[in-house]
């Protein structure tokens, strides 16, 4: 059974650190492309950002280039999302997600791409 936990969600002033983490057991690890997506209540789920398998290539949404790295440990099975310089606008419950292996990299913004999602954490910027 595919099963993601992410962790280090919390409550952080803005300009602010954090870093999640999120850890897969089920799957062949290394054969995922890694996502974080996140969601405010009442609005559309968003793509944050995405590692291919080998970590060799990143991707970031407009809204985080320059703030958010993505991460990934394939021996550990983990993948990371260390979030700097936050602002209020990225409070949200945040998801990792895993794309099966073969997949064209320029569709990795999209959601219905993933197969297997996490439960989330919430994080919460404060002014």
């Known amino acids: 059974q595919v099963r993601l936990a992410e962790s280090g969600g919390g409550l952080v002033q803005a300009g602010g650190s954090l870093r999640l983490s999120c850890a897969a057991s089920?799957?062949?690890?290394?054969?995922?492309?890694m996502g974080w997506f996140r969601q405010v209540p009442g609005k559309e789920r968003e793509f944050v950002a995405a590692?291919?398998?080998?970590?060799?290539?990143?991707y970031y949404a407009d809204s985080v280039k320059g703030r958010f790295t993505i991460s990934r440990d394939n021996a550990k099975n983990t993948v990371n999302l260390l979030m700097n310089s936050l602002k209020p606008e990225d409070t949200a419950v945040y998801y990792c997600?895993?794309?099966?292996?073969?997949?064209?990299?320029?569709?990795?913004?999209?959601?219905?791409?993933?197969?297997?999602w996490g439960q989330g954490t919430q994080v919460t910027v404060s002014s």
């Open positions: 997600a895993a794309r099966g292996y073969g997949r064209r990299w320029l569709s990795v913004e999209l959601d219905n791409e993933y197969d297997y």
């Open positions: 089920g799957l062949t690890f290394s054969r995922y492309t």
């Open positions: 590692i291919s398998w080998s970590g060799g290539s990143t």
